[in-house]
C-alpha cells in the first residue's frame, strides 16, 4: 500500500514506521516538522486518532478526538516550510489537504493550514493553526 502522504514509498516504510511505534520502548519520531506534517495526514487517512493526540503539543492538545467517518483524506501538498529542519526547535509548514466523501466519493473538498511545530527532545510536535482557509 502507498503511503497516504503522498511520498511515493510504501506506508510500511514512510509513515506507519512513526504511527506505528507509538508507545514503544524505542519509538521513532519523524526528524522534521514536514514529516510530522506528513505522518498526521496518513494519521487522518487511516484513522488514527491516538496518533494525532499523541503528537499534539500538550498545551493545545484537545482531550479527545472523534474523526469524521465520512471524511476520506485522499492527497497531501506541502506548499512550504520555514525552518522544521532536524536542527531547528520550532517550524512552520503549509499544506493543502484533499478529501472526499465516503458516503458519495464525487463529493469532493480540501483545507488550506498553516501550521507550528516545536521540536521538544527528539519529538516534533504539532502545536495549532496559525491559518485556516
Known amino acids: ?23 514503544a520502548a524505542e519509538p521513532t519520531f519523524p526528524p522534521t516538522a514536514a514529516a510530522l506534517m506528513r505522518s498526521r495526514f496518513s494519521a487522518f487517512a487511516v484513522g488514527d486518532a491516538g496518533y494525532l493526540l499523541h503528537t499534539w503539543h500538550p498545551s493545545t492538545r484537545p482531550a479527545s478526538l472523534e474523526l469524521d467517518p465520512d471524511q476520506q483524506w485522499y492527497l497531501l501538498e ?34 488550506i493550514e498553516t501550521s507550528s511545530f516545536v521540536r521538544l527532545g527528539k ?9 485556516l482557509h
Open 123 to 131: 519529538q516534533w510536535l504539532y502545536v495549532e493553526a496559525l491559518e
Open 1 to 23: 500500500m502507498r503511503c497516504p502522504c503522498q511520498s511515493g514509498e510504501a506506508y510500511a516504510s514512510c509513515c506507519a514506521r512513526y504511527i506505528t511505534t507509538v508507545g
Open 78 to 111: 506541502i506548499l512550504g516550510t520555514s525552518a522544521g529542519g532536524v536542527f531547528d526547535a520550532q517550524g512552520v509548514v503549509s499544506f493543502r489537504a484533499h478529501y472526499r466523501s465516503a458516503a458519495n466519493r464525487k463529493l469532493k473538498d480540501s483545507l
